[in-house]
């Protein structure tokens, strides 16, 4: 079988063993069988067994459950200049850790470091994998065995059931709780610093709100303790963000350059949310601190790759120029986007949606409410527009529109599939593939 004429595009295609392994299949599949098959069925039943394997297991899709910055969706999407970097580092050697000048062995921190340094006032910065990691390092390096103060209130969980408690207990830092889940005051971390204190860690609730009767102490009035009693100042921002984000009439979130300018003594903050850059841990702060936690043995364990470094290097390099950040970061422009804007679109696409879902469903422009991110400002939501589908089995028709070649992914609420159209990028390859929604009557 392996020699019929009609095989060889599949090998040419897929390999030898694979297409081997295929037609091994389809004999065990049809022993026993009492009707003959022809060359044709056997070739056609690899040709499915092999598309299946082949196709990519991480693919392409439209974000239109309401939330820019999905977790499950990949976070932020990369702007052109990031992308172009990182393709060019993937193609050839790179001076990762090469110093041309000196031609001797160089740090791969040095190309985002100044850049970091630079957008947030910082003395030194370095990287590592995520955000879980740098504050994992942070207090391995500059707490372990020793007690870290936190607010009972900032003892946050973020996705995958990883809790704050838990990160420490990996650093081997002791944690000391103060004040209340809602209140917490200066005093309250005054009174608990002892000889065997070694930080005290600010945790931004970026995933979550108090609200009510609530106090909560600044890393700006923490930095005189923190001074007077010489431990160290902690500030985890979670999200993070290098820009004003109310210059886009967006919620206040606090930034980098903030938390230096307050005295706070290292700072971490994400690369992939409000940043809008790749997966990364960014910490920023006091030079000597910084150092020691670069020359940590676990740095080596959480450090970035060449890729994941060009892609980020280029997007802070997008800072420099604030003006044009809303036109070239997509995570700004998406969050920037007037709902205006969004409107016009949802109606441009309704006729065509409606056309694709024939009798089985109907389907209206309706005004919604998006979130930036399940873990970035989840509680300020986004006016926004959606195309909303109603339909007797709505886990139907979304099936269907997730089976499309490029799959689009919505979200259903109050018996309704919302596609909200905030974070639609490619609006003629939306609409050019409707037509091969064939969606079932329910």
């Not at 470091?113 to 957008?119: D, F, G, Q, V």
Request: proline share 5%; with cysteine.
């Amino acid at each position: 079988m392996a020699s019929w004429p009609t095989v060889a595009p599949l090998i040419a295609r897929a390999g030898r063993a694979l297409v081997v392994e295929a037609l091994r299949a389809w004999v065990d599949e049809r022993r026993g069988t009492p009707e003959v098959a022809s060359e044709a069925a056997c070739v056609q039943w690899c040709v499915t067994r092999l598309d299946l394997f082949l196709k990519p297991s991480q693919r392409r899709v439209f974000n239109l459950t309401g939330t820019v910055l999905h977790t499950n969706l990949g976070r932020a999407v990369l702007a052109e200049e990031a992308i172009a970097a990182a393709v060019e580092a993937m193609r050839s050697p790179t001076t990762l850790e090469y110093d041309l000048e000196g031609g001797a062995r160089g740090e791969r921190d040095d190309h985002i470091a100044p850049w970091l340094c630079r957008l947030t006032g910082a003395e030194a910065a370095t990287a590592v994998n995520n955000n879980a990691a740098a504050v994992l390092l942070v207090l391995s390096e500059l707490a372990a065995g020793r007690e870290v103060i936190v607010s009972r209130g900032e003892l946050i969980e973020i996705g995958g059931a990883f809790r704050i408690p838990d990160i420490m207990a990996r650093a081997g830092c002791r944690l000391v709780e103060v004040g209340t889940t809602n209140r917490t005051h200066l005093k309250d971390y005054a009174a608990v610093i002892g000889p065997d204190t070694a930080a005290i860690m600010k945790v931004h609730p970026s995933n979550y709100a108090i609200q009510g009767f609530t106090k909560a102490v600044a890393a700006a009035e923490l930095v005189p303790l923190a001074r007077e009693k010489g431990v160290v100042l902690i500030e985890d921002l979670g999200s993070g963000t290098l820009a004003d984000l109310e210059t886009w009439g967006l919620p206040r979130e606090p930034t980098a350059r903030e938390a230096i300018a307050a005295g706070v003594d290292v700072v971490t903050f994400s690369g992939d949310k409000l940043l809008g850059g790749p997966q990364a841990g960014l910490l920023v702060g006091r030079k000597p601190l910084i150092q020691r936690i670069a020359r940590n043995p676990m740095k080596r364990a959480l450090r970035l790759d060449k890729v994941r470094l060009a892609a980020l290097e280029a997007t802070l390099r997008l800072y420099a120029d604030p003006g044009r950040l809303a036109e070239r970061l997509p995570t700004i422009r998406s969050l920037a986007r007037p709902a205006a804007e969004i409107c016009a679109v949802a109606e441009r696409l309704l006729p065509a949606v409606q056309a694709a879902l024939g009798h089985d469903a109907t389907a209206s422009v309706a005004e919604v409410r998006g979130q930036i991110g399940s873990g970035a400002l989840p509680v300020d939501l986004l006016p926004s527009f959606a195309i909303a589908i109603k339909a007797k089995r709505l886990d139907r028709i979304a099936d269907r529109f997730r089976r499309l070649p490029i799959p689009v992914i919505g979200r259903i609420s109050d018996g309704t599939l919302y596609f909200d159209l905030r974070t639609l990028d490619d609006e003629p390859a939306f609409a050019a593939q409707l037509d091969k929604l064939h969606v079932v009557a329910g």
